[in-house]
């Protein structure tokens, strides 16, 4: 089992988004079986316009460049119609 926390959480897709510099978040969200998630409603955008838009102001803010090291967004199981996923 695995508890992580998201930096943003796409209200359209129900996307999750990690963002980090050391790539630390996937090592918790992607080995297990089970995955729990935190995240405030402060977290939500609409939708990936306003997150990409959201993640450029959350680059320059934190570290002052363009975009961060690790941007992952995780997008659950397989659905109907995908090619491929777990």
Do not use: W
């Not at 955008?45 to 961060?68: D, H, N, Q």
Request: aromatic fraction near 10%.
């Amino acid at each position: 089992m695995a508890i992580s926390g998201s930096d943003f959480l796409i209200a359209d897709t129900g996307t999750f988004v990690t963002v980090t510099n050391e790539g630390n978040a996937e090592m918790t969200a992607t080995p297990s079986k089970t995955h729990f998630l935190t995240g405030g409603t402060e977290k939500i955008v609409p939708s990936m316009t306003y997150c990409a838009e959201f993640l450029r102001i959350l680059a320059r803010a934190a570290i002052g460049t363009e975009i961060t090291q690790y941007t992952t967004f995780f997008n659950g199981s397989k659905r109907d119609g995908d090619a491929d996923g777990p």
